[in-house]
């Protein structure tokens, strides 16, 4: 927990209900340990989908496929979203939420590792990706972003989450145990390139386990 743990609670007393099949599907998820999107970061994607209204939705990171029914659920109704997992166990479940949710039209699932599939789909997709939801192995999300930057359109949006790391982000190196070092480095480069990179304005937002959020200005 990013934020004092009272105040997250009070913020979480505000939050809308889910519908009952996502609030099942979200307590299925929980109680099998799948790592899903908290309540805040649910709230906060919903504004961005109703402020935003975009078209087409990337999603890195499936899992049982909560996120994308979710935000299925909040887009425009014009709006589609493609989404990537690679286990197979995870694949299975979200095959079929998908389809016990009935939405096979809107959301499509890509199974596969994304650092392919994403340079299959960049490569004739170019720009074709108004919000991207980045929420998979956050060690490769550096790996990911040269081909993230070419789906996203220009004013498109690209929202990550995780980046805070419970906080252990702030840590200095050395406050880190050996076994975390890797992905602290990996995610503070990543944070520091898309805080600094020109074509993005970036802002990182302490809501879930931290978010940023950054629009593509050319
Ligand atoms: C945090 S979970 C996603 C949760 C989901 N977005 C939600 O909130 O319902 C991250 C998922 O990314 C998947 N993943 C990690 N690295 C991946 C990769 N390189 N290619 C495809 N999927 C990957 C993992 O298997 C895991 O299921």
Redesign the pocket.
């Known amino acids: 927990m990013i934020v004092n743990e009272r105040i997250t609670a009070y913020i979480n007393t505000l939050e809308r209900e889910l519908p009952t099949h996502l609030y099942e599907l979200e307590q299925t998820?929980l109680s099998e340990g799948v790592?899903?999107?908290k309540k805040d970061t649910q709230t906060f994607l919903r504004f961005l989908l109703a402020s935003g209204k975009p078209r087409r939705i990337l999603?890195?990171?499936?899992?049982?496929?909560?996120?994308a029914i979710f935000m299925s659920e909040y887009m425009p109704e014009n709006c589609r979203i493609t989404t990537?997992?690679?286990?197979e166990m995870?694949l299975v479940k979200a095959r079929k939420n998908i389809a016990d949710a009935s939405k096979g039209d809107k959301i499509t699932l890509l199974e596969g590792?994304?650092?392919v599939l994403l340079k299959q789909l960049a490569a004739m997709e170019e720009n074709s990706f108004d919000f991207i939801f980045l929420?998979?192995?956050k060690a490769?999300y550096m790996n990911f972003l040269p081909e993230l930057m070419k789906l996203l359109s220009k004013g498109g949006l690209l929202v990550t989450d995780?980046v805070l790391q419970d906080g252990t982000v702030a840590e200095s190196r050395y406050g880190i145990t050996r076994r975390d070092r890797t992905i602290h480095s990996r995610m503070r480069e990543y944070l520091y390139t898309i805080t600094h990179m020109e074509q993005l304005e970036t802002a990182v937002i302490p809501v879930g386990d931290g978010v940023t959020v950054s629009t593509k200005l050319y």
């Open positions: 998820a790592p899903i999107i999603e890195v990171g499936a899992a049982v496929g909560f996120s990537i997992e690679k286990v995870r590792d994304a650092l929420d998979a192995a490769q995780n």
